[in-house]
DNA sequence: ATTCAACGGAACTAGACAGTCCAGTTTGAT
DNA sequence: ATCAAACTGGACTGTCTAGTTCCGTTGAAT
């Protein structure tokens, strides 16, 4: 390494080095193209035109077009994760369930249902066959994780005797795809105008939760 | 018409024409090239030779690219939604309504987690932004016909005061989510290796079942 | 000020691909 | 047998694209 004093951190990283500034701005190029074009549908001339940097610069930092689609895939798919990961509202001081799933669920959605993220998960559907790594990765790094997550608040909500839960990962799938099924099937093949407004999400979770909670009331 | 006896019939039609016959040769090879290689992926020169056929024959009988894509991808979302269609189990002499729900929701699975039908909808899904019509025609003869069609199902089981449901349409969606979100997410991510074995499907089933009944059984 | 890696610009390779064209052949109905 | 429609095979056009090469320029650290 350079060994120098202003690193290329992570958060603020306003000094960005220009090596660092173009690989940034060929990322977000490469991002708005293989989202809007897909991953044959996008060319690296106009990726390079678009990026305000020569082809040689993009073949120097990324190597091939599938190296650059596969960092770019890889970089929002856990990016994502993170982001959802960390709008889990805690379950400590919770009284009222239905409250606080409702809640859980409406993050949830937020999260996931932006024209960005459902174009990334239609774009790696899509490119399952060219990439099956991507899609396990998104696979893992999205619903797998979400019901991991969701689990453990069950069985905590359990423990608390608010819930009667025996299966917490049953129980948090099929919370899950109670809640998200309708939106997501709606919005990958109706495209953006699908995604629900903020009203209709707090609608469609007041039933989720309703429908969910009767399954796994306390007795 | 060429008003001769032979008619180019629907059903037995062993007795083909050449054009028929080239035809449904093509549709054939265009099925598996496309699923195989999506739309931009696929190469009329290829699809020709595969067909057995001069690449005139299939701009004669086509157009185009587009045309035949649409055509195939129209005629197969069409004879999957009749096939789905066709294998509701009748409501009338139902007593138990679980044992039936679960029947309903195995032949749902049965038809969908087929191979072929799952990557039509990954490639669906992919080109919702080049083909938008398409994906809007496979969303409506898929899940919103489907939900229509458990909705009045469903209706008639409150009826018959085996059920009670407010709003049928409502948990028809519930229904639906809560039987193919799981296996459906993870067949479009992991590949066909991901289908459940009917083994797999009965026992998702009775568990999907069981918790949407608590939501809706008799007071 | 120097130095060197990174960059720009543009031409170039080598292949691919949708769609057309044409001369000659096959098929099937009359 | 006749004849029109359908088909073949292959050449051809125009265009596009991933990746490479060359050479002159820029910028950031010493």
Redesign the interface.
């Known amino acids: 390494m350079t060994a120098a004093s202003p690193e290329p951190a992570s958060s603020p990283s306003q000094p960005l080095g220009r090596s660092e500034r173009k690989r940034r701005d060929m990322l977000a190029a490469a991002e708005r193209m293989f989202l809007?074009?897909?991953y044959?549908?996008t060319n690296m001339d106009e990726l390079a035109a678009a990026s305000g940097v020569s082809k040689q610069t993009v073949y120097k930092h990324f190597g091939s077009k599938e190296a650059l689609f596969v960092e770019l895939v890889t970089t929002m798919t856990d990016a994502t994760s993170e982001a959802v990961h960390r709008s889990v509202p805690s379950v400590e001081q919770v009284d009222d369930v239905g409250a606080y799933l409702e809640e859980y669920a409406d993050r949830q959605l937020d999260a996931v249902m932006t024209p960005r993220i459902l174009q990334l998960r239609?774009?790696?559907?899509?490119?399952?066959?060219?990439f099956?790594e991507l899609?396990?990765a998104?696979?893992e790094r999205g619903?797998v994780r979400a019901i991991e997550s969701l689990s453990t608040v069950l069985t905590r909500l359990d423990q608390r005797g608010l819930l009667t839960v025996d299966d917490a990962r049953?129980?948090a799938?099929?919370f899950?795809?109670?809640v998200?099924?309708?939106p997501l099937?709606?919005a990958?093949?109706?495209?953006d105008r699908a995604i629900p407004s903020a009203a209709e999400r707090r609608e469609h979770v007041r039933?989720?939760v309703?429908?969910?909670?009767?399954?796994y009331a306390v007795r």
């Open positions: 809007a074009g897909g044959l549908g239609r774009l790696v559907i899509g490119e399952v066959a060219r099956p899609a396990e998104l696979h619903p049953l129980a799938t099929q899950n795809w109670l998200m099924g309708e099937n709606r990958m093949l109706l495209g039933r989720s309703g429908a969910f909670l009767p399954a």
